[in-house]
């Protein structure tokens, strides 16, 4: 028999393994939750994967390298088979493109097995180490078919076939196995069917959590058939190149959150039965509890999976159905509901801190350019310095603002910590105060209240004018209604991205531009921006309080230390408390209202 025959034989064995596989896989993933199916969907897929995937693979270039040849040559190379052999054109001009793509593949290949011999820790082994060789074999049996042409030795030609066929196996047989090669296919359909398409269009919601129909009796997850069934699909996207490993702080700090596991006994648990418990059959309930939601997992990512969704779908079981959570997180729950404050504090002591200020008090009826909204800072002695700097350095630039009377929660706390009725019920209570005051924009030091206001209440139907404090002021500054007449600051400062603001609300330029245009010199730590690292006080971390090796917030200090800088230059109350707990020496923590404060004279 011919080669070119048993090249076509070996094509179309391949392709039914494949499609028997696809279909088992399809029948694990259809167990979940139903969610928009749009066929033309298909059509983003290339541009998907070709700006956004690999956007985040090009931040290791030879990675990225590898992957663009072996991938592409890949692809490149089975189209062509199926042309020439599985469709028996027998083109002999197909055969040159065929060794084109098959030598390109077998260079990524290569690269990735030379890769392979010293891998970082973060990478999975086993199948893993296999795949590049077994790709090699692949490529390598596709340049002997292309060269070979329709003559070659009987013993050759069956030494060609049996490699080609193993690596075809590779491909084939993973999908329907659960082998490493189950997202070439599994994440190109997850491009396509993306639970988060918003993501793809750049929307500012994109990182919102999406609200449960607590009316349907919707109580967060508890078995994999409770996620939709194109989250189910994402899971077996993961490539386990344990990026979000490396960038998670919890795992970092030595906590039991390890975001590749977390997806991985997703896709055992998914396999195994999808009616099985999740909590604490397959997943540990402090590993969810570990998670600062500060989303360095999702931003790692190269195939674009979304961690944080998935521990804030588990948590939201633990905290509605069970009533399960751990430490000062429950009494926490309790004082939101019976007080609207996380402290249980009386709403008047808020601004406490302005009463020698003269900043008006918004109430019912009233109007005003600018409302301030303080957050859960206002009742933090140390945070009041932050506000009090703040209202100082706004009425100096002649801003007409106020504070906001009865200023209540807004439930980002709560909806972190699995509370979304909590989260619900204090968001319509503050969107409803709001609507009885007049303004034209709404700012706030709080990446978190930020957050929430501007991109998670538009699905409550509250579309609000939200901007964070280094906004505005790097914004009054550059206006020149804040004129530094003094240096903030002698020494070197570094500056630290709160999570919420700089990979939730894509804003690392403001605090950037705010403290160049007041002189100061910024030297940063070597993870800053979207890629910063967390300090530990987000997703109720401080109060479900899982122990670890060590703190969250001490290693954040270690990397402000490494720079040199005397001040830590923060933009949330949150990152001032972490931060400020560190003991032993370290750098001043100062937020950049209060240096903008000090440098135009109204500290």
Same mark, same amino acid.
């Given at each position: 028999?011919?080669?070119?025959?048993?090249?076509?034989?070996?094509?179309?064995?391949?392709?039914?393994?494949?499609?028997?596989?696809?279909?088992?896989?399809?029948?694990?993933?259809?167990?979940?939750?139903?969610?928009?199916? $749009?066929?033309?969907?298909?059509?983003?897929?290339?541009?998907?994967?070709?700006?956004?995937?690999?956007?985040?693979? %090009?931040?290791?270039?030879?990675? $990225?390298?590898?992957?663009? +040849?072996?991938?592409?040559?890949?692809?490149?190379?089975?189209?062509?088979?199926?042309?020439?052999?599985?469709?028996?054109?027998?083109?002999?001009?197909?055969?040159?493109?065929?060794?084109?793509?098959?030598?390109?593949?077998?260079?990524?290949?290569? %690269?990735?097995?030379?890769?392979?011999?010293?891998?970082?820790?973060?990478?999975?082994?086993?199948?893993?180490? /296999?795949?590049?060789?077994?790709?090699?074999?692949?490529?390598?049996?596709?340049?002997?078919? %292309?060269?070979?042409?329709?003559?070659?030795? #009987?013993?050759?030609?069956?030494?060609?076939?049996?490699?080609?066929?193993?690596? %075809?196996?590779?491909?084939?047989?993973?999908?329907?196995?659960?082998?490493?090669?189950?997202?070439?296919?599994?994440?190109?359909?997850?491009?396509?069917?993306?639970? /988060?398409?918003?993501?793809?269009?750049?929307?500012?919601?994109?990182?919102?959590?999406?609200?449960? +129909?607590?009316?349907?009796?919707?109580?967060?997850? $508890?078995? #994999?058939?409770?996620?939709?069934?194109?989250?189910?699909?994402?899971? *077996?996207?993961?490539?386990?190149?344990?990026?979000?490993? +490396?960038?998670?702080?919890?795992?970092?700090?030595?906590?039991?959150?390890?975001?590749?596991?977390?997806?991985?006994?997703?896709?055992?648990?998914?396999? +195994?039965?999808?009616?099985?418990?999740?909590?604490?059959?397959?997943?540990?309930?402090?590993?969810?509890?570990?998670?600062? #939601?500060?989303?360095?997992?999702?931003?790692?990512?190269?195939?674009?999976?979304?961690?944080? *969704?998935?521990?804030?779908?588990?948590?939201?079981?633990?905290?509605?159905? *069970?009533?399960?959570?751990?430490?000062?997180?429950?009494?926490?729950?309790?004082?939101?509901?019976?007080?609207?404050?996380?402290?249980?504090?009386?709403?008047?002591?808020?601004?406490?801190?302005?009463?020698?200020?003269?900043?008006?008090?918004?109430?019912?009826?009233?109007?005003?350019?600018?409302?301030?909204?303080?957050?859960?800072?206002?009742?933090?002695?140390?945070?009041?310095?932050?506000?009090?700097?703040?209202?100082?350095?706004?009425?100096?630039?002649?801003?007409?603002?106020?504070?906001?009377?009865?200023? @209540?929660?807004?439930?980002?706390?709560?909806? /972190?910590?699995?509370?979304?009725?909590?989260?619900?019920?204090?968001?319509?209570?503050?969107?409803?105060?709001?609507?009885?005051?007049?303004?034209?924009?709404?700012?706030?030091?709080?990446?978190?209240?930020?957050?929430?206001?501007?991109?998670?209440?538009?699905? &409550?139907?509250?579309?609000?004018?939200?901007?964070?404090? @280094?906004?505005?002021?790097?914004?009054?500054?550059?206006?020149?209604? &804040?004129?530094?007449?003094?240096?903030?600051?002698?020494?070197?400062?570094?500056?630290?991205?709160?999570?919420?603001?700089?990979?939730?609300?894509?804003?690392?330029?403001?605090?950037? /531009?705010?403290?160049?245009?007041?002189?100061?010199?910024?030297?940063?730590?070597?993870?800053?921006?979207?890629?910063?690292?967390?300090?530990?006080?987000?997703?109720? $971390?401080?109060? @479900?309080?899982?122990?670890?090796? #060590?703190?969250?917030?001490?290693?954040?200090?270690?990397?402000?230390?490494?720079?040199?800088?005397?001040?830590?230059?923060?933009?949330?109350?949150?990152? @001032?408390?972490?931060?400020?707990?560190?003991?032993?020496?370290?750098?001043?923590?100062?937020?950049?209202?209060?240096?903008?404060?000090?440098?135009?004279?109204?500290?």
């Amino acid at each position: 028999m011919e080669l070119a025959t048993l090249v076509g034989a070996v094509f179309w064995g391949a392709l039914l393994v494949l499609a028997i596989g696809l279909t088992r896989r399809a029948r694990l993933w259809r167990a979940g939750r139903s969610a928009p199916l $749009a066929w033309r969907a298909l059509l983003a897929v290339p541009r998907r994967y070709l700006v956004d995937l690999h956007a985040v693979v %090009a931040r290791e270039p030879f990675v $990225a390298r590898a992957h663009v +040849a072996t991938a592409g040559g890949a692809v490149l190379a089975l189209v062509v088979v199926a042309l020439n052999h599985g469709l028996a054109l027998h083109c002999r001009a197909l055969d040159w493109v065929l060794l084109g793509a098959a030598l390109a593949m077998h260079g990524g290949a290569a %690269a990735m097995a030379w890769r392979r011999r010293r891998p970082p820790a973060r990478l999975s082994r086993g199948a893993w180490s /296999r795949l590049p060789y077994s790709l090699l074999l692949f490529a390598g049996a596709l340049v002997a078919v %292309a060269l070979a042409g329709p003559a070659l030795a #009987t013993g050759l030609a069956a030494l060609v076939v049996l490699a080609l066929a193993a690596g %075809a196996a590779e491909l084939a047989l993973g999908i329907g196995l659960g082998g490493p090669m189950k997202h070439a296919v599994a994440g190109l359909l997850h491009l396509a069917w993306h639970p /988060r398409p918003e993501r793809f269009a750049g929307a500012s919601t994109a990182t919102a959590l999406q609200p449960l +129909a607590l009316d349907r009796g919707e109580l967060g997850v $508890a078995t #994999t058939r409770d996620f939709a069934w194109n989250r189910l699909l994402s899971f *077996d996207a993961c490539v386990q190149c344990g990026k979000c490993e +490396a960038a998670c702080p919890a795992r970092a700090a030595g906590q039991p959150l390890n975001p590749k596991q977390l997806i991985q006994d997703l896709v055992r648990a998914m396999a +195994a039965d999808p009616a099985r418990a999740l909590v604490p059959d397959a997943i540990r309930a402090d590993t969810l509890w570990s998670c600062t #939601t500060c989303r360095a997992c999702v931003q790692e990512c190269p195939m674009l999976i979304e961690h944080v *969704d998935v521990v804030v779908g588990l948590r939201r079981h633990l905290a509605l159905a *069970d009533g399960v959570v751990p430490n000062q997180g429950a009494q926490v729950l309790m004082q939101l509901r019976e007080t609207d404050t996380q402290g249980g504090h009386p709403l008047a002591a808020r601004h406490h801190w302005a009463v020698d200020l003269e900043v008006p008090l918004l109430r019912a009826g009233e109007r005003t350019d600018w409302l301030l909204l303080v957050g859960e800072g206002g009742f933090d002695l140390r945070y009041q310095r932050t506000l009090r700097a703040l209202s100082r350095s706004l009425q100096k630039a002649g801003l007409s603002f106020a504070l906001l009377d009865g200023e @209540t929660d807004c439930g980002d706390l709560a909806r /972190r910590l699995g509370d979304e009725a909590g989260f619900q019920r204090l968001a319509h209570h503050l969107i409803a105060t709001l609507a009885t005051r007049e303004f034209r924009h709404i700012v706030t030091p709080d990446p978190h209240l930020f957050h929430c206001l501007k991109n998670e209440y538009p699905a &409550l139907g509250a579309h609000l004018q939200v901007v964070h404090h @280094t906004q505005l002021l790097a914004e009054l500054v550059a206006q020149g209604r &804040l004129k530094p007449q003094q240096p903030a600051s002698t020494q070197p400062i570094t500056f630290h991205d709160p999570c919420y603001l700089g990979r939730y609300g894509r804003e690392v330029q403001a605090p950037r /531009r705010l403290l160049a245009g007041i002189g100061v010199r910024v030297v940063e730590m070597a993870r800053h921006g979207e890629r910063s690292r967390c300090c530990g006080g987000g997703g109720g $971390a401080p109060l @479900t309080d899982i122990p670890g090796a #060590t703190r969250i917030p001490d290693l954040r200090m270690a990397d402000a230390r490494e720079t040199g800088a005397a001040v830590v230059a923060v933009a949330c109350p949150q990152c @001032t408390a972490m931060l400020e707990g560190v003991v032993g020496p370290r750098p001043e923590v100062v937020d950049v209202a209060e240096l903008v404060a000090r440098a135009v004279g109204a500290a």
